[in-house]
């Protein structure tokens, strides 16, 4: 939807605040309204708000005292532009009434309750904007909790891995082909580069390194470390007809 009487208005809001030159005809830019019922007498009502950026110097002194107080221009020096609010609660007129200073068109922009519907180019914009920095900032929380997630589930399945390791190290059964993995560990750390470049890079040699590393019971990393040593480990790493 456009401006009414103000379509398009940016910094300054030509169409509707006439170059900051106090004209005090000016359409307001959203407007929300909704049913209610009234806490002291239960009866069922409409309210509407209906909101609207001015230049400062359109408003009378007074107003704007009464609204932010006597001292508003020790904190607020650079005000420019007032956003105002109007209020009609079951038909009853409460005016429009100043609610926040601004030193910028677009700053007042920004106090505009976003449950409003904008009928303004500029603020329909700035709440596009809004929106697309939260859906950022949420796919950023999103993306930060999935790579924790991961993270712990990677040192979960470590810790487990280890402790099967570990097991198996000391099986009295089963602890042989822990032993030959760690001397086939050793082995490897004790080439030379190019040599042990060649050796992790041999096809399937990863792919079998892993599935050591994935497997969280004793049986399967038995099974893992034995299949990865079979085939890539020097005959002597193995006793014959070990299994």
């Not at 089963?174 to 750390?189: F, L």
């Amino acid at each position: 939807m456009g401006d009414l009487g103000a379509a398009g208005a940016g910094e300054g809001g030509d169409n509707m605040i006439a170059k900051e030159t106090g004209v005090t005809m000016r359409a307001f830019i959203a407007y929300r309204e909704w049913e209610f019922v009234d806490p002291l007498d239960g009866r069922v009502g409409v309210l509407r708000q209906e909101w609207r950026v001015s230049p400062l110097v359109s408003l009378a002194p007074e107003d704007i005292t009464n609204a932010f107080g006597p001292d508003w221009q020790r904190y607020r020096p650079e005000a420019c532009y007032v956003l105002e609010q109007h209020v009609v609660c079951r038909g009853d007129d409460w005016g429009w009434k100043p609610e926040h200073l601004a030193n910028t068109y677009s700053e007042a922009l920004e106090y505009v309750d976003m449950r409003a519907t904008s009928c303004s180019d500029a603020l329909t914009e700035l709440w596009a904007a809004r929106a697309a920095h939260a859906r950022d900032i949420e796919e950023a929380k999103q993306a930060e909790a999935a790579k924790t997630a991961k993270e712990a589930e990677r040192q979960e399945q470590k810790a487990a891995s280890e402790a099967a390791f570990a097991r198996l190290y000391n099986s009295s059964r089963w602890g042989y082909w822990a032993h030959c993995w760690r001397a086939y560990g050793t082995r490897v750390q004790e080439m030379a580069e190019p040599e042990r470049q060649n050796t992790l890079n041999r096809e399937g040699f990863r792919e079998a390194h892993d599935a050591v590393l994935a497997a969280v019971t004793v049986p399967a990393k038995r099974k893992a470390i034995r299949l990865c040593l079979e085939r890539f480990a020097p005959e002597w790493i193995i006793k014959p007809g070990v299994r």
